[in-house]
């Protein structure tokens, strides 16, 4: 069937390595996409270990998930938790009791095709690792993007990824670094965007700046983005604006002004 | 740019983020090809043996290394030949000698 005729965008975040902020950079694409007046459904497809309601906060209207659908116990609509504030957002949850056969690639296809309907963006939380929840959250995706962070560790499995989702014609993917400690880059203790993006060879789509924001704002259910001033909360926003094909000149990461903003505006800008 | 940029923040370049990429470039040239680096000693060695049963090879001067560009890994070889190659044709087993044993013409030696 033709992709084109169908409304909606799958939007897939992965990274190969766990605990690097794909299930926060979810939440807050979501909540940002939905800001920008476009319907947006987030899907949680780690099952077993559900989180993005909590990230949400809307882990208290939890009725039906995934795996009811899969499985025929719900219907698509009942398992669409609507957000507090946002008319246009949506949750689908994980399941928390069952194990990660639950659901196949063939069912995550049907099932963002029936979403793709309804809503402008379909965003995959896809679970860490390269194994079965990987494959589910990847067989629909239009668009993949890697949350990495600026280690060793993450970037090694974010390459990983890169080469999985290239032999399955999924890519180019785009790259989202998060946790970026710009006082550590200026001292050469830290890897910079440019020093990721040279050994992955692949476009950088976003720099989140490590906030601790993120962290009240996961205690509170209120994803970051929400916060006007939190500079992840501007750098989540700015992610959202790239991904409905607005040029968006990456922020500067810290605070200074004047003539190395002007530079980095005018050499950044994508 | 990359370079400039690190300039423009006065970036320290002796610092574990250069050891980090560094030790990145290494390893993501093995992973990729699935190759290790142990294999791959192997495997240069291989190379060096087949090409000296027919030239004779600065063994010392010998650079097989891979390499990145972009997505795209090459094994890149520079295997310059022995200079004493033409300076003694007379010594056993030379290279020339086998070359000769092995061609059409009549040995006229
Ligand atoms: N930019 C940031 N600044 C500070 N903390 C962050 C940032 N991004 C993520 N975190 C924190 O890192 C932790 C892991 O984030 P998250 O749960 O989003 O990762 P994940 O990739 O979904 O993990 P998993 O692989 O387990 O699903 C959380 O405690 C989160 O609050
Ligand atoms: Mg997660």
Redesign the interface.
Known sequence: MAANQMRGKVVTITSGKGGVGKTTTTANLGVALARLDQKVVVVDTDIGLRNLDVIMGLENRIVYDLVDVVEGRSKLKQALIKHKQLPELYLIPAAQTRDKTAVSPQDMIQITNELRKEFDFIILDSPAGIERGFRNALAPADEVLIVTNP??SA??DA??I??LI?AQNKGPAKLILNRVKMDM????????P??VT??L?IKLIGIIPEDELVVSASNNGIPVTLNETSKAGMAYRNIARRLMGESVPFMPLESNTGF?QR??KL?TGD | ??NF??R???????????T??Q???F??VH??INLPPEKLKEMKAEILAVISKYVAVAQEEVDIALQ?R??NNLLVAEIPFSKSLVQDPDEDETPIDKFKADSDQPQTS
Not at chain 2, 8 to 18: D, P, T, Y
Request: proline share 0%.
């Open positions: 280690e060793v970037v090694r390459d990983r890169i080469g290239e880059v200026k001292r050469g203790e830290m890897l910079s440019t020093d040279d050994i060879a190395f530079l980095a050499f | 740019m990359a940029f690190d423009m923040l006065g970036r320290n370049r002796e610092g574990s983020a250069s980090a990429k030790r990145l470039q390893v993501l992973d990729r990145q972009d997505h």
